[in-house]
């Protein structure tokens, strides 16, 4: 069994910033993969950040430059450093681990109010 736990979430002026952050426990030896994806109300979800277990990153365009994705591989964290935030971030972020299937957080909320 493998558990998610997301935290960090809240409401925020446009142009302040915020730290997601993600921890994995269970039945891990290691982790592929980890990723932050969002889904704002009526859209689906998309990919926000993604980086490997060697630190290769990637980032949806519309948060390159803003957000900064990052690892503890040997506690298993992932967080999301947000800044510069702008409404159309508000979505519901959810954390993401790949070790031969994929697992997901029960997602935080996110509120960029401008």
């Known amino acids: 069994q493998v558990q998610l736990v997301e935290s960090g979430g809240g409401l925020v002026q446009a142009g302040g910033s915020l730290r997601l952050s993600c921890a994995a426990s269970?039945?891990?030896?290691?982790?592929?993969?980890m990723a932050w994806y969002r889904q704002a109300p009526g859209k689906q979800r998309e990919l926000v950040a993604a980086?490997?277990?060697?630190?290769?990153?990637n980032y949806a365009d519309s948060v390159r430059g803003r957000f900064t994705i990052s690892r503890d591989n040997a506690k298993n964290t992932v967080n999301l450093q947000m800044n510069s935030l702008k409404p159309e971030d508000t979505a519901i972020y959810y954390c993401?681990?790949?070790?031969?299937?994929?697992?997901w957080g029960q997602g935080t909320q996110v509120t960029v109010s401008s």
């Open positions: 993401n681990i790949y070790i031969g299937t994929q697992y």
């Open positions: 269970g039945r891990i030896v290691s982790i592929s993969r």
């Open positions: 980086i490997t277990a060697g630190g290769s990153s």
